[in-house]
């Protein structure tokens, strides 16, 4: 068994590093401990064999929205069996100053959070608008169709009547001829 004692430096505490050490270390079985350093680093001590342990030390190179590891310093010894298991150690102070940072977290999301609603309500205004503008196209849609319709009866009752009278006169035409032949003048 080995021991890994590491000190990371950069956005490293009130970012939940600890949380996500904790968690890598259980997921590899590791045992130790994570706590953060007055200079602003963290301290991961955690045992193992020496592959984990590896493993585990690159592992820790978080990079993610809140997390920014800039440097590990990393020493490899023999491992004491002190730890059980693998746990975040906290300052006597953290958890009252945890609690002042969540709470400031929380009202930067209920900023965030009434931006957003703001910026919906406007986009359900703008695509109410757009509703009521396609509404009032369709509505003039159909009275175009309904005027249309109107015209092409109109039309068709013309036609009918031309072609009718078409007819008759050439009925006529053909009586006239007829008798036009019957008296010999044609």
């Given at each position: 068994?080995?021991?890994?004692?590491?000190?990371?430096?950069?956005?490293?505490q009130?970012?939940?590093?600890?949380?996500?050490?904790?968690?890598?270390?259980?997921?590899?079985?590791?045992?130790?401990?994570?706590?953060?350093?007055?200079?602003?680093?963290?301290?991961?001590?955690?045992?193992?064999?020496?592959?984990?342990?590896?493993?585990?030390?690159?592992?820790?190179?978080?990079?993610?929205?809140?997390?920014?590891?800039?440097?590990?310093?990393?020493?490899?010894?023999?491992?004491?069996?002190?730890?059980?298991?693998?746990?975040?150690?906290?300052?006597?102070?953290?958890?009252?100053?945890?609690?002042?940072d969540?709470?400031?977290?929380?009202?930067?999301?209920?900023?965030?959070?009434?931006?957003?609603?703001?910026?919906?309500?406007?986009?359900?205004?703008?695509?109410?608008?757009?509703?009521?503008?396609?509404?009032q196209?369709?509505?003039?849609?159909?009275?175009?169709?309904?005027?249309?319709?109107?015209?092409?009866?109109?039309?068709?009752?013309?036609m009918?009547?031309?072609?009718?009278?078409?007819?008759?006169?050439?009925?006529?035409?053909?009586?006239?001829?007829?008798?036009?032949?019957?008296?010999?003048?044609?």
């Amino acid at each position: 068994m080995m021991r890994l004692t590491a000190y990371i430096s950069g956005r490293v505490q009130r970012v939940g590093f600890r949380a996500k050490a904790v968690s890598l270390a259980t997921k590899m079985g590791l045992v130790g401990m994570v706590q953060n350093r007055p200079d602003g680093r963290v301290l991961v001590i955690a045992e193992g064999e020496k592959a984990e342990l590896e493993r585990f030390a690159e592992d820790l190179r978080i990079e993610n929205t809140y997390i920014h590891v800039q440097d590990i310093s990393i020493e490899f010894s023999s491992g004491l069996g002190e730890f059980s298991s693998f746990r975040k150690i906290s300052g006597p102070d953290e958890i009252g100053e945890r609690l002042d940072d969540g709470i400031e977290i929380l009202k930067l999301m209920a900023s965030s959070l009434n931006r957003l609603e703001k910026k919906m309500d406007q986009s359900l205004d703008k695509q109410d608008q757009m509703l009521d503008k396609q509404d009032q196209m369709l509505d003039k849609q159909e009275t175009t169709i309904g005027e249309i319709s109107g015209q092409r009866n109109d039309l068709k009752t013309y036609m009918d009547m031309r072609f009718e009278r078409i007819e008759t006169d050439l009925t006529e035409l053909k009586e006239l001829k007829t008798a036009l032949k019957e008296k010999g003048f044609i």
